[in-house]
């Protein structure tokens, strides 16, 4: 069974331009997240989908970030402008159940 | 509502056991273990939910008292393949008494197994 899929796995930008990641979920899984974890600390919820509608968006920046999943399957992360403070690793996990499954992650720096 | 892991960090040598702790000040629906590894995705370990249950495979296991709003995970005689950040997610009980689905997750206790 494939895990869940991320790209780019780095990127490397200039504050206030724009940057969309993209995650594919383990095939099945109606439940998509994506976290954002700085170095050093636990992932961090931006949002969680159940199949294509957000359930929990309360820890998204809504002026700059936004996401969608428009056939509930995979999803793309867009941050627009991003802030030097963006620089980060975008994670983005999927469930069937109650356990999460993980991908590599996106390693964001902003210049 | 971050949950708190105890200790930090530790260091062992191969053969050698650990407990690591994880504490909410709020009740609990689940606790979610996850090892990563430096530069990696975290990899789930175990799931254990209410009901004071205790889980394990292989040498790791963990424990959570209902009770007392905490779990531990215990690794036994730990090889260096168990180097790495374990954090542990938490879920929260919804008004009808199971999950949001939502996990909060600890600042991680980093472990280095020695040889």
């Known amino acids: 069974e494939a895990g869940v899929v991320q790209s780019p796995r780095y990127k490397i930008i200039e504050k206030k331009q724009p940057v969309a990641f993209w995650c594919n979920p383990i095939?099945?899984?109606?439940?998509l997240y994506w976290y954002l974890q700085n170095l050093g600390q636990g992932p961090e919820l931006l949002i969680r989908?159940?199949?294509?509608?957000?359930?929990?968006d309360s820890q998204l920046p809504k002026d700059r970030f936004s996401a969608e999943r428009l056939k509930g399957v995979d999803s793309t992360l867009k941050i627009q402008p991003a802030e030097l403070g963006d620089s980060a690793v975008y994670l983005c996990?999927?469930?069937?159940?109650?356990?999460?499954?993980f991908g590599p992650g996106t390693r964001l720096t902003v210049l | 509502q971050q949950p708190v892991q105890s200790p930090q960090a530790v260091i062992l040598r191969e053969g050698e056991d650990a407990v690591i702790n994880c504490s909410s000040s709020?009740?609990?629906?689940?606790v979610h273990w996850y090892r990563q590894k430096h530069g990696e995705a975290p990899v789930f370990l175990m799931i254990?939910?209410?009901?004071?249950e205790q889980k394990g495979h292989d040498k790791i296991s963990a424990s959570f008292n209902e009770k007392k709003q905490q779990s531990s995970l215990y690794l036994t005689a730990s090889q260096l393949s168990y180097s790495g950040t374990y954090f542990c997610?938490?879920?929260?009980?919804?008004?009808?008494?199971?999950?949001?689905?939502?996990?909060?997750f600890g600042q991680g206790t980093i472990l280095t197994v020695h040889p």
């Open positions: 996990a999927s469930s069937r159940t109650n356990e999460q499954f």
């Open positions: 709020k009740a609990l629906y689940s």
């Open positions: 997610g938490t879920g929260f009980p919804n008004a009808g008494g199971t999950s949001y689905g939502k996990l909060t």
């Open positions: 989908y159940e199949n294509e509608e957000a359930v929990d």
């Open positions: 095939s099945g899984h109606n439940t």
């Open positions: 254990l939910l209410k009901g004071g």
